[in-house]
């Protein structure tokens, strides 16, 4: 069964640096695309950023040159690097794999951006 496990979230002032890490365990998958979506207090959802299984990336347009995400097949793992952060980046940040039979969520790491 595949599971997903986050780390890395916490606390980061405001211009400061965070990195998100997504591991998916579960043997015989191989993942298409891999990314991550944020939830704030009182909004929906949303995607933060994405990247197929040959590093094609898409960007929500409020990260665009400040997040940067990778992944690294062979650990089936995916990561968010968050630089220049701002108190909208604040959330609850999912990560999620996809197969061609499903896709699989974690359940959260939360990022707070403040001083």
């Known amino acids: 069964q595949v599971q997903l496990a986050e780390s890395g979230g916490g606390l980061v002032q405001p211009g400061g640096s965070l990195t998100l890490s997504c591991a998916a365990s579960?043997?015989?998958?191989?993942?298409?695309?891999m990314g991550w979506y944020r939830q704030a207090p009182g909004k929906q959802r949303e995607l933060v950023a994405h990247?197929?299984?040959?590093?094609?990336?898409n960007y929500a347009d409020s990260v665009k040159g400040r997040f940067t995400i990778s992944r690294d097949n062979a650990k089936n793992t995916v990561y968010l690097q968050m630089n220049s952060a701002k108190p909208e980046d604040t959330g609850v940040y999912y990560c999620?794999?996809?197969?061609?039979?499903?896709?699989?969520w974690g359940q959260g790491t939360q990022v707070t951006v403040s001083s």
């Open positions: 579960g043997s015989g998958f191989s993942f298409n695309t």
């Open positions: 999620y794999a996809t197969t061609r039979l499903f896709t699989k």
């Open positions: 990247i197929s299984s040959g590093g094609i990336t």
